[in-house]
């Protein structure tokens, strides 16, 4: 029958044209290659016998889509590049807007990741379609789990904004071997004569050990904190030592800090008032408000309340502002203009070995300076972080992932993405390296899963299959024409 062959053309000349779009296809990024699938057809009456039937050719049943992994491009030096290592679509909308991307059907799904920035600072891909991403919270963790929720990634093309020191850290070892000071004064019972009666932070010989580290201020303004230590010389029998010490072989040490070389108050500190005649602080500089720490024969700090938890340097107006003065609370030594109400709470972990050398072994904060955006990176779980100029990485979005029950039923609607169908199922929202969803490989691409030598093969085998079905259409023409010339 002329019809038989006429669908074995049809169906060669489809296996043809899924080929060559394979071959076609076979530099696209993230594409995915097709296979046409056939079926024989076949129809029989109740009286026909089903031994003697032959079929009526053959018809496409499906072009299947193959979802295998493709192979990685390797680093392409683009931060924006992204591949899917595993299972998973990046979610696509054609706008911006919330407003115009609640509905399911400006969702679209791609698996190819060549991304750049328009001129708004969005990552697109190169036909203007927006990537889609998760909000996160500061540590990178996705707030809403919603396909629905996903938003248009921007690049923030401002400077990071700045964040003023509220705690500080100081790790470090006060050497138990070093010289005391003011022990000319051992003995004195009168309280200005004890602590720190000699002491100037321009004359290294009046303090033991210093050392700083940098705080900042509400506007990212970077001041230095400085710590000065002073190993003091009291005795355990004067009305003066016995409120500090609880045995004679503890050790004192006294403790003042400065913000960018202006003395500044420790809340609720001990008062030191400086009375050595040479010194060349004046007043009312000479008058500090610090801190002193005892030590035990065992080198850690003895617990008889002279030491809280934490101590304060701050403000007028803030939380701990006793005994804290205008001229000498934070604001006034960070030179005005910045937030009054700020705080540093300070966290000592200090020891008093048997060395004669300090040691710092850790100081750090939370503040940090104003910063501008440097770089961006995606990581394996899909965090898009911005990198600034003051060391800061922060969290901008997360890329959101879907996954199909049936990949196979989605719609095609061309540059490499899909649609979701009734056969596919509902998009179900992910996330990189969860669950069954793939990681995401920055500044990597996925190449297309063609075999060009299969594929080539295929090529022949679907030209001979249709040069076969046309010598049959051409053999029933010559029959039929013979049958036509009897006579």
Same mark, same amino acid.
């Given at each position: 029958?002329?019809?038989?062959?006429?669908?074995?053309?049809?169906?060669?000349?489809?296996?043809?044209?899924?080929?060559?779009?394979?071959?076609?296809?076979?530099?696209?990024?993230?594409?995915?290659? $097709?296979?046409?699938?056939?079926?024989?057809?076949?129809?029989?009456?109740?009286?026909?016998?089903?031994?003697?039937?032959?079929?009526?050719?053959?018809?496409?049943?499906?072009? &299947?889509?193959?979802?295998?992994?493709? $192979?990685?491009?390797? =680093?392409?030096?683009?931060?924006?590049?992204?591949?899917?290592?595993?299972?998973?679509?990046?979610?696509?909308?054609?706008?911006?807007?919330?407003?115009?991307?609640?509905?399911?059907?400006?969702?679209?799904?791609?698996?190819?990741?060549?991304?750049?920035?328009?001129?708004?600072?969005?990552?697109?891909?190169?036909?203007?379609?927006?990537?889609?991403?998760?909000?996160?919270?500061?540590?990178?963790?996705?707030? !809403?789990?919603?396909?629905?929720?996903?938003?248009?990634?921007?690049?923030?093309?401002?400077?990071?904004?700045?964040?003023?020191?509220?705690?500080?850290?100081?790790?470090?070892?006060?050497?138990?071997?070093?010289?005391?000071?003011?022990?000319?004064?051992?003995?004195?019972?009168?309280?200005?004569?004890?602590?720190?009666?000699?002491?100037?932070?321009? =004359?290294?010989?009046?303090?033991?050990?210093?050392?700083?580290?940098?705080?900042?201020?509400?506007?990212?303004?970077?001041?230095?904190?400085?710590?000065?230590?002073?190993?003091?010389?009291?005795?355990?029998?004067?009305?003066?030592?016995?409120?500090?010490?609880?045995?004679?072989?503890?050790?004192?040490?006294?403790?003042? &800090?400065?913000?960018?070389?202006?003395?500044?108050?420790?809340? !609720?500190?001990?008062?030191?008032?400086?009375?050595?005649? +040479?010194?060349?602080?004046?007043?009312?500089?000479?008058?500090?408000?610090?801190?002193?720490?005892?030590?035990?024969? $065992?080198?850690?700090?003895?617990?008889?309340?002279?030491?809280?938890? &934490?101590?304060?340097?701050? !403000?007028?107006?803030?939380?701990?502002?006793?005994?804290?003065?205008?001229?000498?609370?934070?604001?006034?030594?960070?030179?005005?203009?910045?937030?009054?109400?700020?705080?540093?709470?300070?966290?000592?972990?200090?020891?008093?070995?048997?060395?004669?050398?300090?040691?710092?072994?850790?100081?750090?904060? =939370?503040?940090?300076?104003?910063?501008?955006?440097?770089?961006?990176?995606?990581?394996?779980?899909?965090?898009?972080?911005?990198?600034?100029?003051?060391?800061?990485?922060?969290?901008?979005?997360?890329?959101?992932? &879907?996954?199909?029950?049936?990949?196979?039923?989605?719609?095609?609607?061309?540059?490499?993405?899909?649609?979701?169908?009734?056969?596919?199922?509902?998009?179900?929202?992910?996330?990189?390296?969860?669950?069954?969803?793939?990681?995401?490989?920055?500044?990597?691409?996925?190449?297309?899963?063609?075999?060009?030598?299969?594929?080539?093969?295929?090529?022949?085998?679907?030209?001979?299959?249709?040069?076969?079905?046309?010598?049959?259409?051409?053999?029933?023409?010559?029959?039929?024409? +013979?049958?036509?010339?009897?006579?």
């Amino acid at each position: 029958m002329f019809n038989t062959s006429i669908s074995g053309i049809r169906g060669a000349q489809k296996y043809l044209d899924t080929t060559s779009n394979n071959i076609a296809n076979a530099n696209s990024y993230g594409f995915k290659k $097709s296979r046409a699938e056939f079926a024989d057809i076949y129809a029989n009456s109740v009286f026909t016998s089903a031994k003697t039937a032959t079929g009526m050719g053959v018809t496409t049943t499906t072009v &299947a889509q193959q979802f295998s992994q493709g $192979s990685l491009s390797g =680093d392409t030096g683009n931060n924006l590049d992204m591949a899917i290592s595993g299972n998973g679509f990046f979610v696509l909308a054609n706008s911006e807007n919330y407003e115009t991307t609640s509905e399911v059907g400006d969702r679209s799904y791609t698996r190819n990741g060549a991304f750049e920035l328009n001129k708004d600072g969005f990552i697109v891909t190169a036909m203007g379609d927006y990537l889609q991403g998760y909000d996160v919270d500061k540590d990178g963790n996705v707030t !809403n789990l919603d396909i629905m929720s996903t938003h248009a990634i921007k690049i923030p093309s401002d400077t990071g904004a700045p964040k003023m020191s509220t705690t500080a850290e100081l790790i470090a070892n006060l050497p138990a071997k070093a010289e005391e000071h003011n022990k000319e004064y051992a003995g004195n019972l009168d309280p200005t004569k004890c602590g720190m009666t000699k002491f100037d932070p321009k =004359d290294a010989s009046t303090y033991t050990a210093a050392t700083s580290q940098t705080i900042y201020d509400s506007l990212g303004g970077a001041h230095t904190l400085t710590y000065y230590f002073q190993k003091d010389h009291v005795n355990p029998s004067t009305p003066y030592s016995t409120d500090v010490l609880d045995t004679a072989d503890a050790t004192v040490w006294n403790v003042v &800090a400065y913000v960018d070389g202006r003395a500044v108050d420790i809340a !609720n500190g001990r008062h030191f008032q400086v009375t050595e005649p +040479s010194s060349s602080i004046q007043p009312p500089d000479n008058d500090l408000y610090g801190i002193q720490l005892v030590f035990g024969s $065992s080198g850690g700090l003895v617990d008889n309340g002279q030491l809280p938890p &934490a101590i304060y340097i701050n !403000n007028l107006n803030s939380t701990h502002a006793t005994s804290i003065r205008n001229d000498f609370c934070l604001a006034s030594a960070m030179g005005g203009g910045v937030d009054p109400t700020q705080e540093i709470k300070i966290e000592m972990d200090l020891t008093q070995y048997g060395s004669s050398k300090f040691s710092v072994t850790s100081v750090s904060t =939370d503040g940090y300076a104003t910063g501008i955006l440097e770089n961006v990176e995606v990581d394996d779980n899909g965090i898009i972080l911005a990198a600034y100029t003051n060391g800061r990485t922060q969290p901008i979005s997360k890329v959101a992932m &879907a996954t199909f029950a049936n990949p196979q039923g989605l719609i095609k609607i061309g540059d490499t993405q899909w649609k979701q169908s009734i056969s596919s199922g509902d998009a179900t929202a992910a996330q990189a390296n969860v669950g069954m969803a793939g990681a995401i490989k920055g500044a990597n691409l996925e190449l297309s899963n063609v075999e060009l030598a299969s594929e080539l093969v295929d090529l022949l085998i679907a030209q001979r299959t249709y040069q076969a079905n046309a010598q049959a259409l051409q053999t029933q023409n010559t029959a039929m024409d +013979s049958i036509m010339s009897i006579r």
